[in-house]
């Protein structure tokens, strides 16, 4: 699964001298089957960022849900929605009538958003430095990391 991100990666990072973190999410949305298995961190000397899959189904809140209900034992039934405005707080629910509701820890997490509510996608969060830091690193013109 890491092989074809890796191969983008590194051609547009040491080919097409593009920056990674203005690439790399981006590449993610290509490589939806590589969040199943690993988050991706960008560690750098001013900020380090984790970029996490949420499914609504198998990775709610980047969390590993089991796939079968602990109540009744069906597989896949369980189904999941965030709770109110509380970023990372999701409520897990099975036609067996189970409602658990928990907490993912990671509050100040950029969840991705459909149109339709339901979260499927690469969220982010930010490990160390400032939300500033990505900032900078995103505007950097061409010029600043372009080392050739």
């Given at each position: 699964?890491?092989?074809?991100?890796?191969m983008k990666l590194m051609i547009k990072t040491y080919i097409e001298c593009f920056s990674i973190s203005r690439i790399l999410p981006d590449l993610l949305k290509e490589e939806e089957g590589l969040?199943?298995?690993?988050?991706?961190?960008?560690?750098c000397p001013s900020f380090g960022l984790e970029?996490?899959?949420?499914?609504?189904?198998?990775?709610?809140?980047?969390?590993l849900i089991p796939l079968q209900c602990?109540?009744?034992?069906?597989?896949?039934s369980m189904t999941f929605t965030t709770v109110g405005q509380r970023?990372?707080?999701?409520k897990a629910l099975c036609p067996c009538g189970l409602t658990v509701e928990k907490d993912a820890k990671i509050a100040d997490a950029k969840l991705p958003q459909?149109?339709?509510g339901?979260?499927?996608?690469?969220?982010?969060h930010l490990w160390f430095g400032s939300p500033v830091a990505v900032s900078k690193a995103w505007d950097a013109p061409h010029s600043a990391y372009n080392v050739s």
């Open positions: 699964m890491a092989t074809p991100f890796l969040g199943a298995h690993t988050s991706i961190l960008t560690l970029y996490f899959w949420c499914h609504k189904s198998l990775r709610p809140l980047r969390e602990p109540k009744c034992a069906v597989l896949c970023a990372g707080t999701y459909t149109a339709d339901s979260i499927t996608s690469w969220g982010s």
